[in-house]
């Protein structure tokens, strides 16, 4: 099974701010990775997929980066609907596995 | 509008079956893969089982967790992919979420959530 890591597991950033979270998985996945959004008492939204490609609907200001076994979410500019907590996972072999998951606190 | 809707969950003692449903719109359900995944209390995400598309014979994976004790279907009649959970352990209890997963994406589309208790 491959392992997910994300870092930080936590962050603290004010509007406007440029956020990056890491995911780290335990073997090459290429650029089989998915980024997700998750709000307290809602659905995950699926935000990138592909490591880089945006799901329909999503705006530019998140973009993913990486490939092999690093990579990176950024929010170039962060607004109030984007605290929450931020989701990789994996899809080139079963079992699919996510990472722990960053929150993305107000400052 | 593609819209997916579970339902079935509710409270369940130890070693109970419980089905839940996931019913598509906007869509034909046999033309995608459709995930299952899981999330306990204060807990992350976890992917639980997939149904592949009646391209690929509606095989199925699953993670080592519900192995043996969870099995995906489809009806394609009532546009529904079904979670049949057996052998229902307390580590079971979560929302659970179907998603749908179109060739070289995934997970693009999910359902709001059904709760599954399982306590005695």
């Known amino acids: 099974e491959i392992q997910m890591t994300q870092s930080p597991s936590s962050l603290s950033a004010s509007v406007g701010d440029r956020v990056t979270i890491t995911c780290r998985a335990s073997?090459?996945?290429?650029?089989?990775l998915a980024w997700f959004q998750q709000k307290p008492g809602k659905a995950p939204k699926s935000l990138i997929y592909?490591?880089?490609r945006l799901q329909s609907g999503v705006p530019s200001k998140f973009s993913g980066s990486g490939s092999g076994t690093d990579f990176t979410l950024t929010i170039s500019s962060l607004q109030p609907e984007d605290f929450a907590t931020y989701y990789c996972?994996?899809?080139?072999?079963?079992?699919?596995?996510f990472g722990p998951g960053t929150k993305v606190e107000i400052k | 509008e593609v819209q997916l809707v579970e339902s079935g969950g509710g409270s369940v003692q130890p070693g109970g079956s419980l089905r839940l449903s996931c019913a598509a719109s906007?869509?034909?359900?046999?033309?995608?893969?459709t995930d299952w995944v899981r999330q306990a209390p204060g807990k992350g995400l976890e992917w639980i089982g997939r149904?592949?598309?009646?391209?690929?014979?509606?095989?199925?994976e699953y993670a080592a967790s519900v192995e043996g004790r969870f099995t995906i279907s489809t009806d394609e009649s009532k546009n529904s992919v079904y979670l049949q959970m057996n052998s229902l352990k307390i580590d079971d209890t979560a929302v659970y979420y179907c998603?749908?997963?179109?060739?070289?994406?995934?997970?693009?589309?999910w359902g709001q959530g059904t709760l599954v208790a399982v306590s005695s």
């Open positions: 998603s749908r997963s179109p060739n070289g994406n995934i997970e693009d589309v």
């Open positions: 906007g869509y034909i359900v046999s033309d995608h893969h």
């Open positions: 592909a490591t880089s």
């Open positions: 073997q090459g996945i290429a650029n089989s």
């Open positions: 149904t592949r598309n009646k391209a690929r014979g509606y095989t199925t």
């Open positions: 996972q994996q899809y080139i072999t079963y079992p699919f596995t």
